[in-house]
């Protein structure tokens, strides 16, 4: 295997409770070093909505294809409490673990943010993240554009707390 953004399998774990920035941040990753993102929130969203319009649960995540991400209603309430629904299924899990996996070890990069993405489903991962935010600004966040966001947490000032010590190279690009 070469070292060159084209070949090189490179991780990026991204974790964190909820609303407190992992998506911002995993998509920001990745537009800056070119790699994959992937959130992994919105797998079990597109689970849900498939068994919602009538697939069994285990054979929904099996077929899973990153097409079905794309869906514009995954936002939605309706998929939310569908994927809480299938969520709690163990073949639906294991299913989405190997998803979660092979898009982690994908080359040229990728970035995955979710729960238990540096712990269970990347254990191994080069860079892990773990992010915090107080209750407001994950209040102030949620639902809100990257512009409106960054306002009031802006990145240079929190990036720091995240990268500490030596940084990592990859493909001859310094990851800060």
Not at 14 to 35: C, L
Not at 65 to 81: F, H, K, W, Y
Not at 147 to 162: D, K, Q
Request: glycine share 12%; hydrophobic share 45%; charged share 25%.
């Amino acid at each position: 295997m070469t070292n060159s953004p084209d070949s090189a399998q490179f991780t990026v774990a991204i974790d964190g409770p909820a609303a407190a920035g992992k998506g911002t941040i995993g998509r920001a990753v990745a537009d800056r070093f070119g790699f994959a993102h992937l959130d992994t929130g919105l797998l079990y969203r597109a689970v849900g909505a498939k068994v919602a319009g009538g697939m069994d649960p285990a054979a929904a995540a099996r077929a899973l294809t990153p097409e079905d991400l794309a869906r514009g209603d995954l936002r939605s309430a309706e998929a939310g409490q569908a994927a809480s629904r299938v969520a709690v299924l163990p073949e639906v899990r294991a299913a989405l673990l190997d998803f979660q996996r092979r898009f982690a070890r994908r080359p040229g990069g990728a970035v995955l943010d979710g729960r238990d993405i540096g712990t269970v489903i990347c254990p191994a991962a080069e860079v892990k993240l773990y992010v915090t935010a107080s209750p407001k600004c994950g209040r102030i966040g949620a639902g809100r554009n990257w512009a409106a966001r960054r306002r009031l947490c802006p990145m240079p000032r929190c990036w720091p707390r995240w990268w500490s010590g030596t940084p990592a190279t990859w493909g001859g690009r310094t990851l800060r």
